[in-house]
């Protein structure tokens, strides 16, 4: 009869434990948050950190569309000339560092058979275009006797994302400009 007792008393103090946790929903909340924090932070970092991507990629094509136009305007360049360009390219990009930062300047002119060459191409944090490998102008944009100036612009953006994907991020963009004042720019360097 005793262990009979005992095991009654011993069922009934588990069913009372248990209706107390079952009726008690305190903890349920803290709970669920643990669950979906982590979840939460992540896609709160991602979205961060792709509109800082995003951002970049502006301020690249800005970039190019800017050193294409300062190039554009002048009849002649120097190398400090092109010098002041990349360090104003610097410049917009930040505040993301210029140390990723790629500057391509190249004046495209016809040759005698109205076939595009590289007249001359200088480059920041790269190599200049020794030709014109990759490149697709645009039909009409350059006209006999003329030029056109491309700007290109790579970027390898470093990303917290880097870390999952693999990789940086390349961004990059080109502008092609006619020239402004003449038909073609000099580059004295």
């Given at each position: 009869?005793?262990?009979?007792?005992?095991?009654?008393l011993?069922?009934?103090?588990h069913?009372?434990?248990?209706?107390l946790?079952q009726?008690d929903?305190?903890?349920?909340?803290?709970?669920?948050f643990?669950f979906?924090?982590?979840v939460m932070?992540?896609?709160?970092m991602?979205?961060?950190d792709i509109?800082?991507?995003?951002?970049?990629?502006r301020k690249?094509?800005?970039?190019?569309s800017?050193a294409?136009?300062?190039?554009?305007q002048?009849?002649?360049?120097?190398?400090a000339?092109l010098?002041?360009?990349?360090s104003?390219?610097?410049?917009?990009?930040?505040?993301?560092p210029?140390a990723d930062?790629t500057?391509?300047?190249?004046?495209i002119?016809?040759d005698s058979?109205d076939?595009p060459?590289?007249g001359w191409s200088?480059?920041?944090?790269g190599s200049?275009?020794s030709?014109?490998g990759?490149?697709?102008i645009p039909?009409?944009?350059i006209?006999a006797?003329g030029?056109?100036?491309l700007?290109?612009?790579?970027?390898?953006?470093?990303s917290?994302l880097?870390?999952f994907?693999g990789?940086n991020?390349?961004?990059d963009d080109a502008?092609?400009?006619r020239?402004r004042q003449t038909s073609?720019?000099?580059?004295?360097g």
């Open positions: 009869m005793n262990s009979t007792l005992l095991r009654w011993k069922l009934d103090e069913s009372r434990i248990r209706r946790f009726r929903k305190r903890g349920v909340s803290a709970i669920e643990a979906v924090f982590p932070i992540t896609m709160y991602g979205a961060v509109s800082q991507v995003l951002t970049a990629d690249i094509t800005t970039l190019a800017t294409a136009d300062l190039v554009a002048a009849d002649t360049l120097t190398a000339d010098a002041d360009i990349y104003a390219a610097a410049e917009i990009v930040a505040p993301f210029s930062l500057i391509i300047v190249t004046s002119e016809l058979n076939d060459v590289v200088d480059a920041y944090n200049p275009r030709s014109l990759g490149i697709t039909a009409g944009m006209e006797g030029s056109v100036i700007a290109e612009v790579t970027y390898l953006y470093d917290v880097t870390a994907v990789q991020f390349e961004l502008f092609f400009l020239p073609v720019v000099e580059f004295q």
